[in-house]
C-alpha cells in the first residue's frame, strides 16, 4: 500500500466526488437523445467549472485531447483557483465516459476522474493501448501480454482452483476483437460483451458481483490510465500496452516523453504513488445508478477509492434544482 500523499491530503476526498456529479448532471438531461457530441460538450463544460473551483494547482495530464483539439480539458490545460500556490496536481478525466452509451440510454456510462501527485499519472497519448486487467486475490504475474488469450485465461482458472470453461472474460465488441472472442469461446471460457466503457469493464473484475474474471482486448490508452488509478485503490493487476496505426501516433507518444513504443506497462507504472480515483453514475450499470430526476430534485451514485488507505466510499446525493 502506498504511503500518504501530503499533497493529496490537502485535496478532500468529497471535492473530487463533486466534480464527478457535477459532470454525470450535465450530461444527464442528455441521455437517450442521440446527440452524443452535444451529451459529451455539457459534461466537459460542467466538470472544468467544477474544477476551477477547487483550490488547487491542477493540471490535466489525460483529458479531451491536445490544445488544438479540444476547447477545453485539453491535455496541458491549468485547472483551479490557486495556481502557483495550491497543491500541484496531475489530472486524469473522462467527463463522459461512454459518449454512445449515454446518447442510447444504454448502461454503464459514467463520469470519471482520477487525481495523483505530480508526475504520478502516465501522460498517455490518445491511441490505443491492449488491456489486460484481473482483480484482487491473484498470484503476482498470473497475466502477461506476452501469453495468448488461452494461456492467460488457464493461468487466471489454476490460480483460482477452476477450470477455464468456468472463467468469464470481458470484452469490447469490436470486428477487431473477432479472434479473441473466437479464441476465448473455443476453450469454454464464456464473454461478457460491451459496447463501450472500458473503464467499467476493468473495475468489473474487481467486484464479484459482476461474474467477470479478466478483462481483455485493445481500447483507449487514456481509459487505461483512468482504470489502474481504481486498480491501485482496490487491488488487482493490469498490463498495458500502447498499439500504433501510424507514424503520426509514434510521433505522438514520443511528444509526450514515451521512448519505448513496446513496452508492457504494469499497474504501479501507469498510476503511481498515492491517488484518488472517483466516478458517478451517468446511466444505470454494474457500478452504480445513473442519475434520476424526481420531481425537482437529481439524484446521484458516486464511489471514490483512495490508493494509500484502501478506503472504498459509495456516496448518495440528492441535488435540488
Same mark, same amino acid.
Given at each position: 500500500?502506498? +504511503?500518504?500523499?501530503?499533497? /493529496?491530503?490537502?485535496? /478532500?476526498? /468529497?471535492?473530487?466526488?463533486?466534480?464527478?456529479? #457535477?459532470?454525470?448532471? =450535465?450530461?444527464?438531461?442528455?441521455?437517450?437523445?442521440?446527440?452524443?457530441?452535444?451529451?459529451?460538450? #455539457?459534461?466537459?463544460?460542467?466538470?472544468?467549472?467544477?474544477?476551477?473551483?477547487?483550490?488547487?494547482?491542477?493540471?490535466?495530464?489525460?483529458?479531451?485531447?491536445?490544445?488544438?483539439?479540444?476547447?477545453?480539458?485539453?491535455?496541458?490545460?491549468?485547472?483551479?483557483?490557486?495556481?502557483?500556490?495550491?497543491?500541484?496536481?496531475?489530472?486524469?478525466?473522462?467527463?463522459?465516459? =461512454?459518449?454512445?452509451?449515454?446518447?442510447?440510454?444504454?448502461?454503464?456510462?459514467?463520469?470519471?476522474?482520477?487525481?495523483?501527485?505530480?508526475? $504520478?499519472?502516465?501522460? #498517455?497519448? *490518445?491511441?490505443?493501448?491492449?488491456?489486460?486487467?484481473?482483480?484482487?486475490?491473484?498470484?503476482?504475474?498470473?497475466?502477461?501480454?506476452?501469453?495468448?488469450?488461452?494461456?492467460?485465461?488457464?493461468?487466471?482458472?489454476?490460480?483460482?482452483?477452476?477450470?477455464?470453461?468456468?472463467?468469464?472474460?470481458?470484452?469490447?465488441?469490436?470486428?477487431?476483437?473477432?479472434?479473441?472472442?473466437?479464441?476465448?469461446?473455443?476453450?469454454? $471460457?464464456?464473454?461478457?460483451?460491451?459496447?463501450?466503457?472500458?473503464?467499467?469493464?476493468?473495475?468489473?473484475?474487481?467486484?464479484?458481483?459482476?461474474?467477470?474474471?479478466?478483462?481483455?482486448?485493445?481500447?483507449?490508452?487514456?481509459?487505461?490510465? /483512468?482504470? $489502474?488509478?481504481?486498480?491501485?485503490?482496490?487491488?488487482?493487476?493490469?498490463?498495458?500496452?500502447?498499439?500504433?496505426?501510424?507514424? *503520426?501516433?509514434?510521433?505522438?507518444?514520443?511528444?509526450?516523453?514515451?521512448?519505448?513504443?513496446?513496452?508492457?506497462?504494469?499497474?504501479?507504472?501507469?498510476?503511481? =504513488?498515492?491517488?484518488?480515483? #472517483?466516478?458517478?453514475?451517468?446511466?444505470?450499470?454494474?457500478?452504480?445508478?445513473?442519475?434520476?430526476?424526481?420531481?425537482?430534485?437529481?439524484? +446521484?451514485?458516486?464511489?471514490?477509492?483512495?490508493?494509500?488507505?484502501?478506503?472504498?466510499?459509495?456516496?448518495?446525493?440528492?441535488?435540488?434544482?
Amino acid at each position: 500500500m502506498p +504511503t500518504a500523499s501530503k499533497v /493529496l491530503d490537502r485535496v /478532500l476526498v /468529497l471535492e473530487m466526488v463533486r466534480v464527478t456529479e #457535477a459532470a454525470a448532471i =450535465g450530461a444527464s438531461t442528455l441521455i437517450g437523445r442521440g446527440d452524443e457530441k452535444a451529451a459529451d460538450a #455539457a459534461a466537459v463544460e460542467a466538470m472544468r467549472e467544477a474544477l476551477n473551483g477547487l483550490e488547487i494547482d491542477g493540471t490535466v495530464v489525460i483529458g479531451e485531447g491536445e490544445r488544438d483539439e479540444a476547447p477545453m480539458l485539453y491535455i496541458g490545460e491549468k485547472v483551479g483557483s490557486a495556481q502557483g500556490t495550491g497543491p500541484k496536481i496531475d489530472i486524469a478525466l473522462d467527463p463522459l465516459e =461512454g459518449t454512445t452509451i449515454c446518447a442510447k440510454a444504454g448502461p454503464n456510462s459514467l463520469a470519471v476522474l482520477a487525481i495523483g501527485e505530480e508526475g $504520478c499519472l502516465l501522460n #498517455a497519448p *490518445d491511441v490505443y493501448m491492449d488491456k489486460l486487467a484481473v482483480g484482487p486475490g491473484l498470484p503476482d504475474s498470473v497475466i502477461d501480454l506476452d501469453k495468448s488469450p488461452t494461456e492467460n485465461v488457464r493461468a487466471i482458472a489454476a490460480a483460482k482452483g477452476v477450470a477455464p470453461n468456468e472463467i468469464i472474460a470481458c470484452v469490447l465488441d469490436r470486428p477487431r476483437h473477432e479472434k479473441l472472442i473466437a479464441e476465448l469461446r473455443s476453450i469454454g $471460457c464464456g464473454v461478457v460483451l460491451i459496447g463501450d466503457g472500458d473503464v467499467a469493464g476493468v473495475i468489473a473484475t474487481t467486484n464479484p458481483d459482476t461474474t467477470i474474471d479478466v478483462y481483455m482486448g485493445s481500447g483507449g490508452a487514456p481509459e487505461g490510465v /483512468l482504470a $489502474c488509478a481504481a486498480l491501485r485503490c482496490v487491488g488487482g493487476q493490469f498490463k498495458g500496452r500502447l498499439l500504433f496505426r501510424n507514424e *503520426d501516433e509514434r510521433a505522438r507518444a514520443r511528444k509526450w516523453g514515451i521512448t519505448d513504443l513496446d513496452k508492457q506497462y504494469d499497474l504501479k507504472e501507469l498510476a503511481k =504513488g498515492d491517488c484518488i480515483f #472517483a466516478a458517478t453514475g451517468v446511466t444505470d450499470g454494474s457500478l452504480l445508478d445513473g442519475v434520476k430526476r424526481r420531481g425537482k430534485v437529481m439524484t +446521484t451514485e458516486s464511489v471514490v477509492m483512495r490508493a494509500s488507505s484502501g478506503t472504498v466510499r459509495w456516496v448518495k446525493g440528492e441535488h435540488r434544482l
